[in-house]
């Protein structure tokens, strides 16, 4: 079980500055997913930062969201 995003705010280069229910926090660089299906809708910075939390993880509009347990892999996760 991962923890859950509980806030979300959008940065500078296409930067997400997440805070997880857990009490960590990290960034995700989406600049090297904005090329691949819905993703490419974000590539418009006005898009971009209408970034929200929904339920627990991130969601902008039109419905297109990040898995949590992704969300949670790039921002805190220790291998």
């Given amino acids: 079980m991962y923890p859950a995003i509980k ?3 959008a940065g500078k280069d296409y930067r997400l500055h997440v805070e997880f229910d ?3 926090s990290g ?3 989406m600049s090297s997913f904005l ?3 819905v993703f490419a809708e974000l590539k418009d ?3 971009f930062k209408q970034v929200h939390t929904s339920f627990d993880t991130v969601e902008w509009k039109d419905g ?3 898995d949590p ?3 949670y ?4 996760a220790r291998n």
């Fill in 7 to 9: 806030k979300v705010v």
């Fill in 22 to 24: 857990n009490g960590e």
């Fill in 27 to 29: 960034t995700l660089d």
């Fill in 35 to 37: 090329d691949f299906g």
């Fill in 45 to 47: 910075p006005n898009v």
């Fill in 64 to 66: 297109i969201d990040l």
């Fill in 69 to 71: 347990e992704f969300v």
């Fill in 73 to 76: 892999n790039k921002c805190c």
